[in-house]
T-cell receptor, first 114, second 110 residues
Framework: DTGVSQDPRHKITKRGQNVTFRCDPI?????LYWYRQTLGQGPEFLTY????????KSRLLSDRFSAERPKGSFSTLEIQRTEQGDSAMYLCASSLGTGGQPQHFGDGTRLSIL | DAKTTQPPSMDCAEGRAANLPCNHS???????VYWYRQIHSQGPQYIIH???NNETNEMASLIITEDRKSSTLILPHATLRDTAVYYC???????????FGAGTRLTVKP
């Protein structure tokens, strides 16, 4: 399978714990995006990278959220001190960075906070 | 980025064409129209996109009006597996995010 891969698919944790999710984009894609989706809503943009540079992070939900893409390939999204409201699906997408190319999404990590 | 308006739900009979409308009356000249769909518990799946001309691929056809203020996604022979939420999104070349609205919940019925 050469699509966007996310790990884990499901994460259950207690409130206050830190969690980290991984995204492996399509190999030739230089742009990588993170979104959050809550029940009944469309995905909501969080941040994106072009290669290893994080070019937009103002829409991360709070300073508890951070993302990295250290070598311009896979990315991680970390949530520190999780809260009940962080329960959601976290989606990753990737694209080529040119001319209106579409984003291709993974199947997400579903986070449940107990 | 321009906003889009889609009907909240539609039904379609299996084997018939499903025509999903989208209004984007404030679209700018350099903004593309993208369609995605999302089946429960999966990520959004890219379907098709276009700028001015009509487009067709193995999944669907996209018809964009001449004034570009609306578009229609056509699934030529809907199957039960096409039941999903369909999102119409407009985004310019400089845009970074796909701004998803509520979409249209399409139900294909036997």
């Amino acid at each position: 399978d050469t699509g966007v891969s996310q790990d884990p698919r499901h994460k259950i944790t207690k409130r206050g714990q830190n969690v980290t999710f991984r995204c492996d984009p399509i190999s030739e894609h230089n742009r990588l995006y993170w979104y959050r989706q809550t029940l009944g809503q469309g995905p909501e943009f969080l941040t994106y990278f072009q290669n290893e540079a994080q070019l937009e992070k103002s829409r991360l939900l709070s300073d508890r959220f951070s993302a990295e893409r250290p070598k311009g390939s896979f990315s991680t999204l970390e949530i520190q001190r999780t809260e009940q409201g962080d329960s959601a699906m976290y989606l990753c997408a990737s694209s080529l960075g040119t001319g209106g190319q579409p984003q291709h999404f993974g199947d997400g990590t579903r986070l449940s906070i107990l | 980025d321009a906003k889009t308006t889609q009907p909240p739900s539609m039904d379609c009979a299996e084997g018939r064409a499903a025509n999903l409308p989208c209004n984007h009356s404030t679209i700018s000249g350099n903004e593309y129209v993208y369609w995605y769909r999302q089946i429960h518990s999966q990520g959004p799946q890219y379907i098709i996109h276009g700028l001015k001309n009509n487009e067709t691929n193995e999944m669907a056809s996209l018809i964009i009006t001449e004034d570009r203020k609306s578009s229609t996604l056509i699934l030529p022979h809907a199957t039960l597996r096409d039941t999903a939420v369909y999102y119409c999104i407009v985004r310019g070349l400089a845009g970074n995010d796909m701004r998803f609205g509520a979409g249209t919940r399409l139900t294909v019925k036997p």
